[in-house]
């Protein structure tokens, strides 16, 4: 694990969080949840895109310990595709940029790739949930593109638990 610390922001500025040492994993999901929250996010006034050209969205998992928000706090709010869903997908509102995503009860948050500026945003290493991937998009393989999270996938989250003691 490095001590690198990384200061991701909204699209404005307001909004800040930072990132200590390395992710989880990097990864785009290609579920049907978050193609349908991608759709609703951009489509919010001055939002810009979620969705990449195959319907995917990136993000960067780190454990919850190694992140902090260090400025626009009070411009967060939730989004969630229903009253019980135990995702919620956090938005800086004056801007409208999706920041994270957090699974109730989760140890990790998993960040929108975006809020990294390409040249720093750490290699994509899957995809997930790919059978849900939109009609006619055909994924390459440069990394591997499982139909549903794999045993490695959840690997690396159980590991990450257990390295927060």
Same mark, same amino acid.
């Given at each position: 694990?490095?001590?690198?610390?990384?200061?991701?922001?909204?699209?404005?500025?307001?909004?800040?969080?930072?990132?200590?040492?390395?992710?989880?994993?990097?990864?785009?999901?290609?579920?049907?949840?978050?193609?349908?929250?991608?759709?609703?996010?951009?489509?919010?006034?001055?939002?810009?895109?979620?969705?990449?050209?195959?319907?995917?969205?990136?993000?960067?998992?780190?454990?919850?310990?190694? *992140?902090?928000?260090?400025?626009?706090?009070? #411009?967060?709010?939730? =989004?969630?595709? &229903?009253?019980?869903?135990?995702?919620? @997908?956090?938005?800086?509102?004056?801007?409208?940029?999706?920041?994270?995503?957090?699974?109730?009860?989760?140890?990790?948050?998993?960040?929108?790739?975006?809020?990294?500026?390409?040249?720093?945003?750490?290699?994509?290493?899957?995809?997930?949930?790919?059978?849900?991937?939109?009609?006619? *998009?055909?994924?390459?393989?440069?990394?591997? #593109?499982?139909?549903? =999270?794999?045993? &490695?996938?959840?690997?690396?989250?159980? @590991?990450?638990?257990?390295?927060?003691?």
């Amino acid at each position: 694990m490095t001590d690198d610390t990384t200061r991701l922001t909204c699209t404005c500025g307001q909004a800040a969080m930072q990132v200590q040492g390395e992710p989880i994993v990097s990864v785009e999901c290609l579920c049907a949840d978050c193609q349908r929250a991608g759709d609703i996010l951009q489509s919010l006034p001055d939002a810009l895109p979620v969705l990449d050209h195959k319907g995917a969205t990136r993000f960067v998992l780190y454990r919850k310990d190694r *992140v902090q928000f260090v400025a626009g706090q009070e #411009n967060l709010r939730e =989004h969630r595709l &229903s009253e019980d869903s135990k995702t919620r @997908r956090v938005v800086a509102t004056c801007c409208n940029t999706p920041m994270f995503l957090e699974f109730t009860g989760g140890h990790w948050l998993s960040i929108y790739g975006r809020r990294w500026p390409a040249a720093s945003l750490p290699p994509l290493e899957m995809r997930t949930m790919t059978r849900d991937k939109p009609h006619g *998009v055909t994924l390459t393989d440069d990394v591997p #593109n499982p139909n549903t =999270h794999t045993v &490695s996938f959840y690997l690396r989250l159980l @590991r990450a638990w257990a390295a927060m003691g």
